[in-house]
C-alpha cells in the first residue's frame, strides 16, 4: 500500500494547540478520538455545552472517552441552557446517551476542574503566547460568553474554528438552518461581531460530501478495538432524510479544516445570522476580502484515506476496548 503522507495538507510545521469545546455527540466523540491520538494536535482543554445532550449527560459522555482511551486532558463544565433562550437537544438522531449505539456507563470517576467553562478557557488562553485556538463543536454559548465576560481575551485567540451553518447563499445547500447555530443564535452573533478571525464548517460538509457511507462504516469493525468502538456508536446515528445509508463526519471535519487545511476546499466568505424571526438562518457572501474561512469542498478520497490511516495507527491500534 502506498504510503499516505497526511503531513503534506498542513500549512505549518508545529502542533495547533487547540481547546475543544463540545457536546458529546456522537459525533463529537469520533472526532475527539481523531484529536486526542493526533501528534499535531494539541489539546490544552476540554469544555463542554448543552446541545446534542444536556449538559450532564454530554459531560459525562466526554469524562467517559477519556476514560475510555486513557487521556489526562481537563475538563470543565460549561453552559447548560442558551444565552437567551431554551433549546432542544438532539437526542432524536444521538439516542438519549448521545453516544448512538454504545451505552457509557453512568458517571466517572475522574474530576472536573473546579472553575467553570468560561473561566477555564480564560486562564488557559490567557497563559498561553496568542497561539491556542477555540475548537467549537457545539452551540457557541460558552465561546460567547467568554467574550461577554472577558473581551480582553479576544486579541489573544488565534482563530475560532465552528461547525455549524446551513447558509443561504452558498449554492451547494440552499437551507440555512443548523442545530448548533440555531440553538444558540444569539452565542453566535457574539461570535461574529467579536472580529477574531473564523473557520467556519457549514452543517452540509460532513452530511454530503465527507459522509461515510454503509461500506465504509461496515469495514471499521474489522479494523481494530476502536473501528469497533466507531461502528457500535455508528450503528445507530445513520442520517435521516437521505435515500443511502451515510454518517456524518461534521465536526471531525471542523478540526481536520483546522489542522490540516489542504484536505479542502477553502473560500472567503462574510456572514451573519438572523436572531429575530428565523432564529439560526445565517446567511453568507462569498468575497475575497471576507474575514472568515468557509470549508467550501473536501478532497474525499485523501480524506477518507486519512482516517482510515489514522485508525490504524500503532498507538490508537493498541487500545483495548472492553465489549459492553
Not at 476540554?46 to 476514560?67: C, E, F, P, W
Not at 486532558?73 to 437526542?91: F, M, N, Q, Y
Not at 465552528?162 to 448548533?180: A, E, T, V
Not at 468502538?229 to 454518517?247: A, Q, V
Request: aromatic share 8%.
Amino acid at each position: 500500500m502506498e504510503k499516505f503522507d497526511k503531513n503534506i495538507f498542513r500549512d505549518t510545521t508545529k502542533p495547533v494547540k487547540v481547546i475543544i469545546d463540545t457536546d458529546p455527540g456522537v459525533d463529537d466523540t469520533a472526532c475527539l478520538i481523531y484529536a486526542m491520538f493526533d501528534e499535531n494536535v494539541d489539546i490544552k482543554l476540554l469544555t463542554t455545552v448543552a446541545g446534542n445532550v444536556g449538559i450532564d449527560v454530554s459531560t459525562r459522555n466526554l469524562l467517559h472517552v477519556l476514560d475510555l482511551f486513557n487521556k489526562d486532558i481537563p475538563v470543565a463544565k460549561g453552559a447548560a441552557r442558551a444565552l437567551l433562550r431554551d433549546s432542544e437537544t438532539a437526542e432524536f438522531i444521538h439516542q438519549k446517551s448521545g453516544m448512538g449505539g454504545y451505552t457509557p456507563p453512568e458517571d466517572s470517576t475522574r474530576k472536573l476542574l473546579e472553575k467553570d467553562a468560561i473561566e477555564a478557557m480564560y486562564e488557559t488562553i490567557m497563559a498561553g503566547d496568542g497561539d491556542i485556538n477555540v475548537v467549537v463543536l457545539g452551540p457557541h454559548t460558552n465561546i460567547a460568553g467568554l467574550i461577554i465576560r472577558h473581551p480582553d481575551v479576544i486579541p489573544k485567540i488565534p482563530k475560532i474554528a465552528f461547525m455549524g451553518g446551513s447558509p443561504y447563499g452558498n449554492p451547494d445547500y440552499p437551507d440555512h438552518i443548523s442545530f448548533n447555530i440555531s440553538s444558540d443564535p444569539e452565542a453566535f452573533k457574539v461570535v461574529l461581531l467579536s472580529g477574531i478571525p473564523l473557520l467556519m464548517c457549514p452543517s452540509h460538509m460532513g452530511r454530503r460530501k465527507a459522509h461515510l457511507d454503509e461500506q465504509f462504516v461496515n469495514s471499521l469493525e474489522n479494523i481494530n478495538d476502536v473501528g469497533k468502538f466507531l461502528y457500535t456508536m455508528y450503528s445507530e446515528y445513520w442520517e435521516p432524510s437521505y435515500s443511502d445509508k451515510r454518517i456524518t463526519t461534521n465536526d471531525t471535519c471542523t478540526l481536520l479544516a483546522l489542522v490540516y487545511p489542504k484536505l479542502f476546499v477553502m473560500k472567503k466568505v462574510e456572514a451573519d445570522v438572523n436572531t429575530c424571526c428565523e432564529p439560526g438562518k445565517t446567511d453568507i457572501c462569498f468575497c475575497d476580502n471576507g474575514k472568515i474561512d468557509f470549508v467550501h469542498d473536501v478532497h474525499r478520497e485523501d480524506f477518507l484515506k486519512f482516517l482510515t490511516t489514522e485508525l490504524n495507527d500503532s498507538d490508537l491500534a493498541s487500545i483495548k476496548i472492553k465489549s459492553k
